[in-house]
């Protein structure tokens, strides 16, 4: 893992490293609430946003990674009730495959696309951080890209992940894992078991969660997930 680097992408990184370009800026009129169809501009499956339905900011913007074969309204779900208490600034894509490019390919057109959401949400709305998540497969690529993307990405939320295998590294999100002690899909003595302890001692804060359960993300862990993504902001 590299040291923390500058806010801005290094110009020998790309969207094939996992880099994301885009950066929030001033937004003077807000967008409206509610949930909206984004077309995808590659002519892939459109994406979904929420806003809440407050129409006030700044919002925590939260990316949200579906699982293998799932679906970008699965990857939604996995926050959308929590939504409007914690106002927070939903997007939830959807992969260009079965599962996310760094899991077939390499990095690429999930890259661009979620770059292309993340720009035209922050042309719309005020945004005041920005944080990962995604649960299986989508977990493993919400900690790639976010550890990849440390200097505009704050904070992982991370539901039964298998791994990160970001390409490059910068900044020190914070993180946030939960695991199923019962999880038959990635067993958690593989996966976050291994995984937590490589966080830590490459200097990343992480909080891990495990519960009794199988490869799901239970109500109590999605609402332990937000309340720690909010107390971040007072740290």
């Known amino acids: 893992m590299t040291e923390p680097a500058p806010p801005h992408r290094q110009p020998e990184e790309g969207h094939r490293h996992g880099r994301l370009a885009t950066r929030p800026v001033a937004v003077a009129t807000p967008g409206p609430p509610g949930l909206t169809s984004i077309l995808d501009p590659e002519g892939g499956t459109p994406a979904l946003r929420y806003v809440p339905t407050d129409g006030a900011g ?12 799932g679906s970008a309204r699965q990857g939604l779900d996995l926050l959308l009730p929590l939504a409007d208490a914690h106002r927070l600034l939903l997007l939830a894509p959807q992969a260009d495959a079965s599962s996310w490019d760094l899991i077939a390919e390499g990095y690429g057109p999930d890259v661009r696309r979620i770059d292309s959401l993340l720009g035209a949400a922050f ?11 995604g649960f299986s497969d989508g977990a493993s690529y919400a900690l790639s890209l976010g550890l990849t993307n440390g200097d505009l990405v704050d904070a992982v939320l991370a539901f039964s992940p298998g791994f990160a295998a970001p390409l490059v590294s910068h900044g020190r999100p914070r993180v946030f894992v939960s695991h199923g002690t019962d999880d038959r899909v990635l067993p958690v003595d593989v996966c976050s078991r291994r995984l937590v302890p490589r966080l830590h001692t490459l200097g990343y804060p992480v909080e891990y969660a495990e519960f009794a359960g199988g490869h799901e993300v239970p109500a109590s862990i999605r609402q332990r997930a937000v309340d720690w993504l909010a107390g971040g902001r007072d740290q």
């Open 58 to 69: 700044p919002y925590r913007l939260v990316v949200l990674l579906h699982g293998a074969g």
């Open 123 to 133: 042309g719309a709305y005020p945004v005041a951080g920005v944080a990962l998540g």
